[in-house]
């Protein structure tokens, strides 16, 4: 499957984003799809996955202010971004994985596609 993200930009400090990704070249609603983000230095940091069942996990540092979902009918999965904080200027990637089991939906190793990145950049 081929991964496209699209939707980042430069906003200020509690405002809102929405970034989307589709995806093209597989069958989407059998993928569990996630959205990870990256900065200079670190490593690639897991944000929230939505699973086929729409049951949706995040990271403890934008749960309550990042809603994943996704539309299977538009091979599309969005990642709404509210309250936005400094600390989440990133590089933003969405990823997808047809085998991925629960315990690994917060690994950047239980995915095997990967979109280009978007970037996101939050003044303060």
């Known amino acids: 499957v081929q991964l496209q993200a699209s939707g980042g930009g430069l906003v200020q400090a509690e405002g809102s984003l929405r970034l989307s990704c589709a995806a093209s070249?597989?069958?989407?609603?059998?993928?569990?799809m996630a959205w990870f983000r990256q900065t200079p230095g670190k490593e690639r940091e897991f944000v929230a996955a939505?699973?086929?069942?729409?049951?949706?996990y995040y990271s403890d540092s934008v749960e309550g202010r990042f809603t994943i979902s996704r539309d299977n009918a538009k091979n599309t999965v969005h990642l709404q971004m509210n309250s936005l904080k400094p600390e989440d200027t990133a590089i933003y990637f969405c990823?997808?994985?047809?085998?991925?089991?629960?315990?690994?939906?917060?690994?950047?190793?239980?995915?095997?596609?990967w979109g280009q990145g978007t970037l996101v950049t939050v003044s303060s």
């Open positions: 939505i699973n086929r069942g729409r049951y949706t």
């Open positions: 070249g597989g069958t989407f609603s059998s993928y569990v």
């Open positions: 990823a997808a994985s047809a085998r991925v089991i629960t315990s690994q939906y917060r690994s950047e190793g239980g995915y095997d596609n």
